[in-house]
């Protein structure tokens, strides 16, 4: 992927020297990439059942929270994957606030902040154990730059390009958020049965890949940013994060009814429609016959 030199974010929020300390507060909902992913890494990481971490992270407390207290600091210049992501943001801001111009409307550039283990956030305590995620409350995305290790190394899934598609799916969550696409999922929530529900939230993050899609072509037309098999690693990630794949990979049944956040085929058809058509209305999930 061609980025160095472009346009670097001011809206990187650096946490991750932050001092420790203060007390978790739980509620609200943030939608990552994939909270399997994570549970499935940990449980590769420390050697245990990946359901019981899954019930960890809805339970238990973390013990150690970072706070954030005055102003947002940025990431140090000589930070190189720091300066990657802000990029990627950058990228992000300049194609959306394109598209909500040109569809009468105005773009709210989202927050990203760069934590270490474990961070406040208007959804509860965001935990590097879930991975990438945003909060749709406080319109900020989240991630710790170590998962992109576990992405690479763990997942099988290396290249910037495919770095960037997480990036740029976490900012398709903050686009349904401003579009109130994630407000009406959200208020199915307790009124659907739970089977229909994990319907709706695979819908919701499949539409997020097909977003990730659309800026990726836009970002090429404006400023070519696609290098020989960048495409390739993104669909490789968008594989490798598939509800199925995960469930395969953690030696566990693949079990349809749980899926989250779709199967790897979806994954890949999504993202790459968004590449295609470039276009929000090509994303409409929701209303499409297949998946
Ligand atoms: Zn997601």
């Not at 305590?125 to 690479?152: H, N, R, W």
Request: glycine fraction near 12%; include cysteine; hydrophobic fraction near 40%.
């Amino acid at each position: 992927m061609r980025w160095e030199g472009n346009r670097e974010s001011d809206n990187v929020e650096d946490r991750r020297d932050d001092e420790g300390g203060g007390s978790p507060v739980f509620g609200g909902r943030s939608i990552g990439i994939g909270t399997i992913v994570i549970a499935l890494i940990g449980g590769w990481v420390l050697g245990i059942n990946p359901l019981t971490i899954l019930g960890a992270l809805s339970g238990g407390a973390p013990a150690h929270v970072q706070t954030h207290q005055g102003p947002a600091h940025k990431p140090p210049a000589d930070d190189h994957l720091a300066r990657f992501v802000s990029t990627v943001l950058a990228d992000t801001e300049d194609v959306w606030r394109d598209v909500f111009r040109q569809g009468g409307a105005r773009y709210v550039d989202p927050k990203l902040v760069l934590f270490r283990g474990a961070t406040h956030t208007a959804c509860g305590t965001g935990q590097s154990a879930m991975g990438p995620f945003y909060c749709p409350a406080d319109q900020k995305v989240y991630i710790d730059l170590g998962f992109y290790e576990t992405l690479k190394n763990q997942l099988g899934a290396p290249g910037d390009f495919a770095q960037a598609y997480v990036i740029a799916h976490e900012v398709g969550h903050h686009v349904q958020n401003l579009l109130g696409i994630s407000a009406q999922v959200d208020r199915a929530r307790g009124r659907v049965s739970k089977v229909e529900y994990n319907h709706l939230s695979v819908k919701l993050e499949l539409q997020a890949d097909c977003l990730a899609g659309v800026w990726a072509h836009h970002a090429q037309n404006a400023r070519q940013i696609l290098e020989q098999g960048d495409v390739e690693s993104a669909m490789n990630a968008a594989a490798k994060i598939g509800d199925d794949a995960l469930q395969r990979a953690s030696g566990g049944a693949v079990v349809p009814d749980s899926f989250t956040h779709g199967t790897s085929a979806q994954r890949q058809r999504w993202f790459s429609t968004g590449l295609r058509m470039g276009s929000v209305k090509a994303c409409d999930t929701f209303s499409a016959q297949t998946l």
